[in-house]
């Protein structure tokens, strides 16, 4: 299945003032269109371009680097933007999620504190995660563009720290835009569908 970018669920003013338009417009309309793109080309010199995106990232996981790369940032950015929503954050989840959240995370504020520790300690760029591996939530973070796939587990959120995700708004403070993600942008409604899939 050809790769197709996405429309961005909200408008580009949406979630400001935590994440700017120019931010979106310049993460959406030109990087991961850049990875929708990179990834159609590679994934048909490779002959996978027949498979869905969970597919190829598994695939080529290891395997065929280019491919990886692009194919795994474009189911990343796929959710990216779904996990976030105008108005979204804090401390009210779903029910389902927040027992989850409590018997494998130690609560809400140990989530938080842990998830914004893994983004602020990945060095580089990368992804910090929330997954379910054999029936359990986890924390973890990836480099680059790697993500839980590919670790045998499904993401039920993510958030992207690459610099092109917070350097216009929020300069090199990449604690304050993890903070802003958990406190006002994350859609637990993604999450919790996420979640009752994966389970
Ligand atoms: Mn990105």
Do not use: C
């Not at 893994?118 to 760029?125: I, K, P, V, W």
């Amino acid at each position: 299945m050809a790769f197709e970018l996405p429309e961005l669920p909200y408008d580009y003013e949406a979630l400001q003032p935590y994440m700017s338009k120019e931010t979106l417009e310049y993460h959406h309309d030109k990087h991961h269109k850049a990875y929708v793109d990179n990834g159609n080309k590679l994934a048909a010199e490779a002959g996978m371009d027949k498979l869905s995106v969970e597919e190829v990232v598994k695939q080529s996981f290891g395997k065929n680097a280019g491919l990886f790369n692009n194919a795994a940032q474009h189911y990343n950015h796929i959710h990216f933007w779904k996990w976030m929503k105008k108005g979204g954050g804090g401390n009210k989840l779903p029910g389902a999620l927040q027992k989850a959240v409590d018997s494998d995370l130690g609560g809400y504020d140990k989530f938080k504190s842990d998830f914004i520790a893994a983004g602020t300690t990945q060095f580089g760029s990368g992804w910090a995660w929330v997954s379910v591996k054999d029936g359990k939530l986890a924390i973890s973070k990836t480099p680059n563009g790697e993500n839980p796939l590919v670790h045998g587990a499904s993401p039920i959120l993510g958030v992207d720290v690459w610099e092109h995700s917070y350097y216009i708004d929020y300069r090199n403070a990449r604690p304050k835009y993890l903070e802003a993600f958990v406190d006002s942008l994350i859609n637990w409604d993604h999450v919790l569908e996420l979640y009752e899939k994966a389970k």
